[in-house]
């Protein structure tokens, strides 16, 4: 058991999350920000470190723990390492429901509501698109892996399409706002954002470790993880719900955001073997680590312009990623 | 410069409006049917894009669909004699199956100062064999009068946001349309550091100094109103949105380089100095 290395991977994504909050476009020196943070100076440097960066930096890091928990849940649920949440339609039915907003209704949208709007639609597309990916796999009030797989194809096409029909009616300035939502960002993090979120990744952050014993079983097959007293529908149906409420949360915070879902477990397993107890807990830990440093980089690296974050976890985790997989094929042969 | 620039088209070799008939003149551009209509061949115009705005009447024309997206048979279906269009409209390879098919286009370069405007309504009349003297003349003075009213002194500190959606507001650095209208106003763009409308990292723009914010009318209206658009987290903490020092104008008007330019211009540098500038003159095309 691995399990040992859990508190160990703890303690570095909160030393790195720490860190994280001195660096930015505006420069602030490992002293100040521990004045800032407990109040000290709460002038420039407080408003900044509690305006901007450390919502953000708690958004990256919510949002990359429910995107690396959700893999690693996919991942078991399909019993696939290619797995990830979008194959349930949740990104791209939060990217229509974003890019609707983002072109078609938000005129017709009453004032007040209007600077939450493009957040709720992408967040109601994501579950409602993951609902009818259920309907759809349902054969005799059982739900298939199989059927699962396939219906999230096709209305992963179809709200693809939907998306692209949005961006065809679009000027060119929604056309930006949609770009940019799609490449993901956690600059608009605000407390109650954050606390929203929070709302919608916790029932899976919390289920976490009733659904390890199931996934573990699930290795063996459907029928013996039955046998073995596990509930396989409700296990399927629980899962893949507080996934589509969790990554549609992180979604509609942060818009897409790829490659850490899928990425995350996989580094997980890397370093501590494929026991979800260990694997589910350890990504949570492991996305939260790798999207609050990506953020780090994205709000630096071009200052004083801003990368969008999805940008930075696809450009710089797919080598990172690729070189570790060769690493460990070499060494397992 | 324009003008050779124009004829160099190939198209131009004899006056275009030799027809015998009233010619039909597609146009894309919100700023080109401006000129145009300034120019008095408002009753040529068969057909207009999405962006052609203003005067409001153009709106009950045939539609060409929005001015990067044309499609070449769309444009055809209007039959039209020529199309003018805007240095962006497009896209490429739908303006070369127009020009394949024997249309001629008539292509209006980027505007970025007064000159380039003058030059390019003037370009656009002798073309289209409408006299542009009258309408040069005025603007020529509209500019010249804004010229003179401008205080000198340091000018205010800006900042352009096309929108401020979801993630970093997207500001507008050196060579956007913005920074071109900030300049004619006298206005100095805070951002220097890059060129085009990009995300803007919330923490640098605290660092800017900004006295202003300025933003199109809609980016607004879409956050729910200037209250809920300075409220955004990522712009929140400016002293010029806590102070509420937004302008918002109508995107067309501010950035749709027209002859309306000049009065956009005095009115931003109006509001931004805090001191009302004298009126420019009425015009017909306003």
Redesign the interface.
Known sequence: MTLWRLPLLAALTLMILALLLGV???PIPPWRVVGAVFGAGLG?DG??IW???L?RTLLAALAGAALGLSGAVMQGLFRNPLADPGLLGVSAGGAFG?VTM?VLL??HVP?????HA??MAAFAGALLVTALVLLLALRERQVGVAGLLLAGIVLNAFAGAGTSAMI?AA???QL??VT??TM???????WP?LGATLLAGLPLLLAAPLLARGLDALILGEREAASLGIRVEWLKWGAVGLVALAVGGAVAA??LIGFVGMVAPHLVRLAGGAGHRWVLPASALMGALLLAAADGLA?TA???????IGLVTALLGAPVFLFLLLRSERATR | MITRRLLASGLLAAPVLAHATTPRIAVAGGGVAEMLCALGLEGRICGVD??ALHPTRLRALPQLG?Q??LSAEGVLSLRPDMLVHAHEAGPPSVLAQLRAAGLPLIGVPRVTDAEGLIAAITALGETLGADPDPVVAAMAADFAALDTMLPSGPPPRALFL??A????P?AS?RGTAAAAMFRLARIRNV?E??EG????????????GADWLVA?Q??V?????PS?FL????L??LPAARAGRLYTQD?LYLLGFGPRSAHAARDMASALRGVPLPPLPERPWL
């Open positions: 930015g476009a505006v420039a408003a900044i305006g901007l960066r919502p974003a983002i938000l005129p004032a007040p509501l209007r600077p493009v957040a065809y000027d060119d300035m930006r706002d940019f939502w993901g960002s956690a600059a608009g993090a605000t954002v942060t818009g709000r071009v200052a004083p312009a801003e990368l969008p | 999405s962006t929005y990067r997206a096309l929108s959606g979801n993630g970093a997207q650095g951002i550091g890059y409308y990009r995300p803007l990292s919330p923490e640098a723009a605290l660092t800017l199109p809609h980016s209206e879409a956050r729910g109103g809920a409220a955004q987290p990522q929140a903490l995107s």
